[in-house]
T-cell receptor
Framework: GAVVSQHPSRVICKSGTSVKIECRSL??????MFWYRQFPKQSLMLMATSNEGSKATYEQGVEKDKFLINHASLTLSTLTVTSAHPEDSSFYIC?????????????FGSGTQLSVL | SQQGEEDPQALSIQEGENATMNCSYK?????LQWYRQNSGRGLVHLILIRSNEREKHSGRLRVTLDTSKKSSSLLITASRAADTASYFCATSQAGTALIFGKGTTLSVSS
């Protein structure tokens, strides 16, 4: 089946630094990828929809200048958490849809646990 | 945004028993999917049921969908300790992102 690779799996950084998370579709092209955030013991919340070659669409309450999304190719989307603060500590997970498939199944990366000190 | 509620929020059962989780949603949907998440890890896709389907089976899993009530249920039969995880339902409309429910934490003790 389709594979989505997400790196890094875990990152610890100091407050004020920026962190980049990569999401790659390994064996399919994805014009659209989705970024989610999950706080401990909570569900996944959609942050933004990443569109190849155009600006990302952010959900209400998500700061686009804080969470920079770049989808420069059909297989790679990146999420950069700029000037990270402890409240940004969370589990970030990306997903993509294989448009060759007729179903609506999304493939998920393995997630990135961000800890901001 | 979240689509709806799952109940129960937490469920504790013994191995061999059946586990039933329910999910309600708010808007019209194209399909409904169930995912499992082990603690601190990524998501595992369990089953997808389309809006024109009422019931679907996959191994020990049985999913029902009632679009008139905007609800779905996931039944895990003959549960095992390895089924211990969080279970989420998620809905989407055609081509859109999945919107997840709040999840049910299942604990199966041996």
């Amino acid at each position: 089946g389709a594979v989505v690779s997400q790196h890094p799996s875990r990152v610890i950084c100091k407050s004020g630094t920026s962190v980049k998370i990569e999401c790659r579709s390994l064996d399919f092209q994805a014009t659209t990828m989705f970024w989610y955030r999950q706080f401990p013991k909570q569900s996944l919340m959609l942050m933004a929809t990443s569109n190849e070659g155009s600006k990302a669409t952010y959900e209400q309450g998500v700061e686009k200048d804080k969470f920079l999304i770049n989808h420069a190719s059909l297989t790679l989307s990146t999420l950069t958490v700029t000037s990270a603060h402890p409240e940004d500590s969370s589990f970030y997970i990306c997903s993509a849809r294989d448009q060759r498939l007729t179903n609506e199944k999304l493939f998920f990366g393995s997630g990135t646990q961000l800890s901001v000190l | 945004s979240q689509q709806g509620e799952e109940d129960p929020q937490a469920l504790s059962i013994q191995e061999g028993e059946n586990a039933t989780m329910n999910c309600s949603y708010k808007t019209s949907i194209n399909n409904l999917q169930w995912y499992r998440q082990n603690s601190g890890r990524g998501l595992v896709h369990l089953i997808l049921i389309r809006s024109n389907e009422r019931e679907k089976h996959s191994g020990r899993l049985r999913v029902t969908l009632d679009t008139s009530k905007k609800s779905s249920s996931l039944l895990i039969t003959a549960s095992r300790a390895a089924d211990t995880a969080s279970y989420f339902c998620a809905t989407s409309q055609a081509g859109t992102a999945l919107i997840f429910g709040k999840g049910t934490t299942l604990s199966v003790s041996s």
